[in-house]
């Protein structure tokens, strides 16, 4: 009986033993994963950078988060690599660390899609084409995460400074019903013109008179001027189209996904060439 035992226990081989005998060359495909990465954010790194120090302050909002992000994905792709090459302890462990976290702020941001998905709300205005955002629909973490009450000036300045509004306003001959049967962008909806339920009467684009129907509760009637610089642009559907454009410039949730998947795949290649590379030094 104690034979057949041990000759069932050799005919069954262990999970360790199954992994010496697997051949995928997983270090050579993680190191050339990782000199493809490393290009691309090199690439994208002194593009970034470059454009950083050639533009005005507005779009430095843009830019400067893409340089963290490019000088991030290029630190995990240079340790990547080095650490295949080398076959470091060390890199793999300082690899993984930003991976980890790159994966955090990848799946944070999939979150944040999916929850502006689902909060971006456009109102068709009856008897119009013209859609109208609140600001009431977007849930409170979304407003001050995007809408900070001591950033909205410099992002208030920069839509007065790129003249957002000029190209709705270049017609000034356009009737009201032309007006109002136009597929106004979200910026041109929020910023560019008051809340249709104020009731003010059209006059041109840029010109709105108060009239007998006047809503004078909602704030956003009152905020209103027709002044160029002054406009919408203090108004909360002004700040709520904000956020649905930055809903419109992200990536879909799709793309999160697919990278996701993709990152995880080249991670698991990683983890198991470390994991080799480990049992290596240690016989």
């Known amino acids: 009986m104690a034979k057949d035992k041990e000759e069932q226990n050799e005919e069954k081989p262990s999970l360790l033993s199954c992994f010496k005998n697997i051949s995928f060359p997983f270090n050579t495909t993680f190191m050339i994963a990782n000199s493809i990465f490393l290009a691309t954010a090199a690439f994208w790194f002194v593009t970034v950078s470059t454009l950083h120090y050639k533009t005005d302050e507005c779009n430095r909002l843009v830019t400067t988060p893409g340089i963290f992000v490019s000088f991030s994905l290029l630190s995990m792709a240079l340790a990547g690599f080095y650490a295949a090459f080398y ?4 890199l793999f462990r300082i690899h993984f660390f930003i991976f980890f976290l790159w994966m955090f702020v990848v799946v944070a941001k999939a979150v944040f899609v999916y929850r502006l998905n689902n909060e971006t709300n456009p ?19 979304v407003r001050r995460l995007v809408i900070k009450e001591d950033e909205w000036y410099r992002i208030r300045r920069c839509l007065v400074k790129d003249n957002v509004c000029n190209k709705l306003f270049s017609n000034q001959n356009m009737s009201a019903s032309e007006f109002h049967q136009m597929n106004l962008t ?6 560019c013109k008051p809340p249709l339920s104020c009731g003010l009467t059209y006059v041109k684009p840029n010109n709105w008179r108060i009239s ?13 001027n027709n002044s160029a610089n002054t406009l919408c642009f203090d108004c909360d559907s ?32 990683g983890w198991f060439a470390w ?8 016989n």
């Open 87 to 90: 076959k470091s302890d060390c």
């Open 123 to 141: 109102r068709l205005f009856p008897g119009t084409k013209i859609n109208e955002f609140r600001l009431e629909d977007y849930s409170g973490w």
């Open 186 to 191: 979200p910026i041109q909806s929020g910023c």
């Open 212 to 224: 007998r129907y006047y809503n004078n509760v909602q704030d956003d009637c009152r905020r209103w």
């Open 238 to 269: 002004c700040k709520a189209v904000t956020i649905a454009n930055i809903q419109q410039t992200l990536f879909s949730l799709t793309f999160y996904v697919l990278h996701i998947a993709f990152s995880l795949s080249i991670g698991i290649v």
């Open 275 to 282: 994991l080799r590379i480990l049992r290596e030094t240690q």
